[in-house]
């Protein structure tokens, strides 16, 4: 396939060096305007893509788009009049909200949605490593994306496991849910996910989580309270050495993606009339601190 990946950063040049690898056409659409990137996968030989071409991009089968969420809409509004209405595009980052405004605008085009457990790690410009294994799950979130699930299979040749999942919705309300629980607490506290565990944070663990499964269940999604909390929790235990990316975010003062984890949840409770107060303070702590990093 001819494949064009839209942000390649950490998660990005993981796919990008993985479909090459698979025998794939990848070509690359950075941010820098040079017309060629190197990239290297953990010691494997450097691999040269061409970067911003715009004949690669009206040619491709798939654009992978790997920004995080907020970057979205500023990385593909320039590149809509060059996007062919029989190209797959793929989102694929952490938080939701993005799909809806993507399928406005590309109405005519397989609009598919992934979520990974993939951990990747680019140390320089040209190298990215592959820090955790894991999987990945595609699901379509307009009609023609619905009939795209021959990826998985293309995909999972190139980085398994891969699955197709008729309700990627749901799961990406149970990533959203994971999200809303650990990632701004652990931003906040600077800590280790596996600190959650804690005592002093079961309280508010157990708001949040009440708070998610009446928004979930609002927005039809089959969940109760003790499976959510144990999903949560075994999370936390699981990933306990590891810092989440909204607390690496916060250390290194990068806009972090609160607005499309916490803000997706709210934005949801405020539809349904939802009062989710826990929520809204984290939200409002993470934003203060954003804040105050424009105010220095
Ligand atoms: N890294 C992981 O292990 C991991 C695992 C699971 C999920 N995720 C999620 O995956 C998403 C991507 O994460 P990441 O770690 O790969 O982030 P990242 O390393 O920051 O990658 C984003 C890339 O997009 C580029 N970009 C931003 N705006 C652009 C534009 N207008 N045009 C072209 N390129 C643009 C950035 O360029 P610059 O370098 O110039 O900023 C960067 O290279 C996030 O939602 C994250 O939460 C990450």
């Not at 839209?6 to 479909?19: E, H, I, M, N, R």
């Amino acid at each position: 396939m001819n494949i064009l990946i839209l942000g390649p950063g950490a998660v990005g040049s993981l796919w990008a060096t993985k479909f090459q690898l698979a025998g794939h056409h990848v070509s690359l659409w950075g941010r820098t305007s040079e017309s060629e990137l190197s990239l290297q996968l953990d010691d494997a030989p450097f691999t040269t893509y061409s970067n911003q071409s715009i004949s690669s991009l009206q040619e491709a089968d798939l654009i992978l788009i790997t920004v995080k969420a907020w970057q979205v809409e500023s990385a593909i509004e320039p590149l809509l009049p060059h996007i062919n209405a029989d190209t797959i595009v793929m989102l694929m980052h952490n938080g939701m909200g993005t799909a809806e405004w993507l399928a406005s605008k590309l109405s005519a085009n397989p609009i598919v949605i992934a979520t990974t457990t993939h951990g990747a790690y680019k140390p320089s410009k040209q190298q990215v490593l592959h820090t955790g294994h894991g999987y990945t799950q595609l699901g379509g979130f307009n009609a023609k994306g619905a009939q795209c699930d021959f990826l998985a299979e293309v995909m999972n040749h190139a980085l398994p496991e891969v699955n197709w999942n008729p309700n990627i919705n749901g799961a990406l309300w149970i990533k959203l849910a994971i999200n809303c629980a650990i990632n701004p607490l652990t931003a906040i506290h600077q800590c280790k996910n596996g600190e959650l565990a804690g005592a002093e944070f079961t309280t508010e663990l157990v708001n949040i989580t009440h708070e998610l499964v009446e928004v979930m269940n609002k927005e039809e999604i089959e969940v109760e309270f003790g499976s959510l909390y144990a999903t949560i929790m075994q999370v936390v235990n699981a990933t306990a050495a590891n810092y989440s990316s909204m607390r690496q975010d916060v250390f290194h003062k990068r806009r972090t993606e609160i607005d499309f984890i916490t803000g997706y949840l709210l934005q949801a409770a405020k539809k349904h009339h939802i009062s989710t107060p826990e929520n809204a303070k984290l939200y409002q702590h993470i934003k203060q601190i954003e804040q105050s990093w424009t105010e220095q």
